[in-house]
């Protein structure tokens, strides 16, 4: 049962820094704000995502099980409204210029 | 109404219970944060009288976490990609939904579809930015829109 937690523990962490990797690398490479945010948000809210799945089997107990859910929940509702709202003031200074 | 404020500051307990734990030294801190969290809630988010599914809203759950594993694996091949594969575009898209919450509700909703970033209204249509205009954007956010009302707004 530990042997298959720590596999998917490995896998899942593993994934989910790969998809932070990418969203950095989108971060780094797309050429204006709006672009950019899309790497943030998509990439990273997965990444974040599979990094909580992959320390669920690790959680000493349900309470923690629970803060990391809440965590990830936190995570993509913060980043859900706070993309919103750069997306659209740099779409009106955008169309302001 | 006090049904509804006493069900919300119930999970509100619970979220804090998650958080922060179980300490009698904390709960003067607890129940200020749990009467701010209700009061601004029921301000800001106004107890719906829509009929609500669960399995609808099983559904949009499932629904939501295919479409992150799919935006997310899109955002990744485009940005590791050495062509830089993008075509990014503005895309207006009519939606029914009344204006105020449900609209909003939609578009944190749809922030997290692949592709799609919402950047506002004009002229009572939702502005979406892509990363590639070329998708089918307008019929996966038709969609997403139908899972919503199913789930939420059935009225």
């Known amino acids: 049962m530990s042997l298959l937690g720590d596999i998917i523990t ?3 962490v593993s994934a989910g820094a790969f998809f932070f990797l990418a969203g ?3 971060l780094l490479r797309f050429p ?28 000493a107990s349900l309470r923690d099980g629970f803060k ?3 965590i990830w929940l936190l995570g993509l509702l913060a980043g859900a409204t706070v993309s919103q709202l750069i997306a659209r003031a740099a779409r009106q200074g955008e169309s302001a210029r | 109404m006090a049904l509804k404020a006493a069900s919300r500051a119930a999970w509100f307990l619970c979220l804090w219970l998650v958080l922060a734990g179980a300490d009698p030294a904390d709960i003067p801190a607890a129940a200020a944060a749990i009467a701010a969290a209700t009061w601004t809630s029921l301000r800001l988010l106004e107890p719906s009288t829509a009929r609500r599914s669960v399995r609808a809203i099983g559904q949009l759950v499932l629904l ?33 939904l009344s204006s105020g919450i449900r609209r909003n509700v939609f578009t944190t909703l749809t922030s997290l579809l692949p592709g799609t970033v919402p950047t506002g209204e004009e002229n009572g249509q939702l502005v ?6 070329e998708q089918p954007v307008v019929a996966e956010l038709a969609a997403e829109e139908a899972a919503l009302v199913r789930a939420l707004y059935n009225d």
């Open chain 1, 10 to 12: 490995i896998v899942a």
């Open chain 1, 24 to 26: 950095t690398v989108g």
């Open chain 1, 32 to 59: 204006d704000t709006l672009t950019r945010l899309h790497a943030l948000t998509k990439a990273d809210n997965l990444g974040l995502g599979l990094v909580v799945l992959g320390l669920l089997p690790q959680a």
């Open chain 1, 68 to 70: 990391l859910v809440s």
């Open chain 2, 64 to 96: 939501f976490l295919y479409h992150s594993v799919v935006a997310g694996t899109d955002v990744a091949r485009r940005a590791l990609d050495p062509r830089l594969p993008l075509r990014p575009g503005f895309v207006a898209y009519p939606t029914r």
């Open chain 2, 128 to 133: 979406y930015h892509c990363l590639d205009v």
